[in-house]
């Protein structure tokens, strides 16, 4: 889902905080809000490189240009450039008509920004469509262990299964089994290259997993707990990098790039974020129709998917709209049908409608996808310092090939 910004905790200490604008927009005064959007552009900058993403942010495009809203996708690479634009914009002292309206964001990118002071809001509690998300069953206040606190606005689900080709092997139960497969059958596994976001994932997921110390992930890593708690991690990657596709020498550089393995038959496992994603992969004949999906029987990693309007933002109506239309049941159902993203949705379903609830349940979740009950509990995510610092090492040990 979004991309690690490797240089960002450093944000805080460098930035002095920022008043909100006196112009700003009342997010509890949505007649005002719809009228002060009409006629906005909105540069929604988020990750590009998921055809079938782009394909459903141009549809978002298409549901909010009814409310006078011209929504344009920059398609990133990395989340960090558009934080990036926004930090230089504040040192310019461009503290308004930003080229950035919008980012799709979490994790490390919005503990820094927060911080920094560099996000417009509260607002994301105050839209129409809040009331129907599902506050109470899902992870859609807290970003890492940080409190969102409305200065992000939930859109979409995500926890880790596997990926694999059922007709070449079975599903695994640990982190531990993995390696011993892999160590079995050499070469038929990868992940993306951290720092790629689902690369770290996979450090996370299995560091969560290996370690003694899971409480101490949820504080800030400390120097004097770090190696303890990360010893696990290095000593499995030390004995699964040689079994590896390549032998470990070489890494797909991201989600996409990693799936077409899968699809080209060169490795039989891989991670996703995305329960429906197999399903959705399989049905627009990217994957073969043999491959499944699995989570280990300890639980994997899950978090939600966020959107975040920067304080200079010219365009915070617009955005603001943007937001509350991903929320709709109409988006939401649209994101989690299989043929088109395969998302998990933010919303409860006992505070919709009747024909918004029929909706969701005459989805087809796919041949591939796990139900909530196979899912079972999705495990926190660890503070974001975590995240930075395990891709950081990681790199130095083992990204140059080594």
Request: negative net charge; proline residues 7%.
């Amino acid at each position: 889902m979004t991309r690690l910004a490797t240089a960002l905790p450093l944000l805080a200490a460098l930035l002095a905080p920022m008043p909100v604008l006196a112009a700003d927009p009342d997010p509890a005064d949505w007649d005002t809000v719809l009228q002060h959007a009409r006629g906005q552009t909105v540069y929604w900058h988020a990750w590009g490189g998921s055809t079938a993403t782009n394909d459903f942010i141009a549809w978002i495009g298409d549901q909010v240009a009814e409310q006078g809203v011209t929504l344009e996708h920059v398609k990133l690479a990395d989340t960090a450039d558009a934080v990036t634009r926004v930090l230089n914009e504040r040192q310019a002292g461009q503290n308004d008509d930003s080229a950035v309206d919008m980012i799709w964001i979490n994790g490390p990118n919005f503990a820094a920004m927060k911080e920094a002071d560099l996000l417009f809001g509260p607002f994301a509690e105050n839209l129409p469509n809040w009331q129907f998300v599902d506050v109470a069953g899902k992870t859609v206040q807290s970003d890492f262990t940080v409190p969102t606190e409305g200065y992000e606005s939930p859109w979409a689900m995500a926890q880790v299964v596997y990926m694999y080709d059922s007709a070449d092997m079975d599903p695994q139960p640990s982190a531990e089994a993995i390696l011993k497969w892999a160590q079995a059958n050499p070469g038929r596994f990868t992940y993306p290259q951290p720092p790629d976001f689902l690369g770290a994932t996979f450090l996370k997921q299995t560091l969560i997993e290996l370690t003694d110390n899971s409480d101490t992930l949820s504080k800030a890593a400390d120097d004097a707990d770090y190696a303890a708690v990360t010893a696990p991690l290095w000593e499995y990657l030390d004995a699964l990098t040689p079994v590896l596709w390549r032998s470990g020498s070489a890494y797909p550089a991201t989600g996409p790039a990693q799936l077409q393995l899968l699809a080209d038959n060169e490795i039989d496992l891989a991670i996703s974020f995305s329960p429906g994603e197999a399903s959705t992969a399989i049905a627009n004949n990217q994957l073969p129709d043999t491959v499944r999906t699995f989570v280990l029987e300890n639980g994997t990693l899950g978090n939600a998917s966020y959107v975040a309007i920067p304080y200079n933002s010219g365009s915070k109506a617009g955005a603001m709209v943007v937001a509350n239309t991903l929320l709709s049941p109409a988006a939401q159902a649209r994101a989690q049908d299989p043929a088109v993203l395969g998302y998990g949705t933010v919303l409860d379903m006992e505070a919709l409608s009747e024909p918004d609830r029929a909706a969701f349940e005459a989805l087809d979740l796919g041949i591939a996808t796990l139900s909530p009950a196979e899912l079972g509990v999705a495990l926190p995510e660890p503070h974001p310092s975590w995240m930075t610092r395990i891709t950081e090492d990681w790199t130095r040990r083992y990204g140059s090939g080594k």
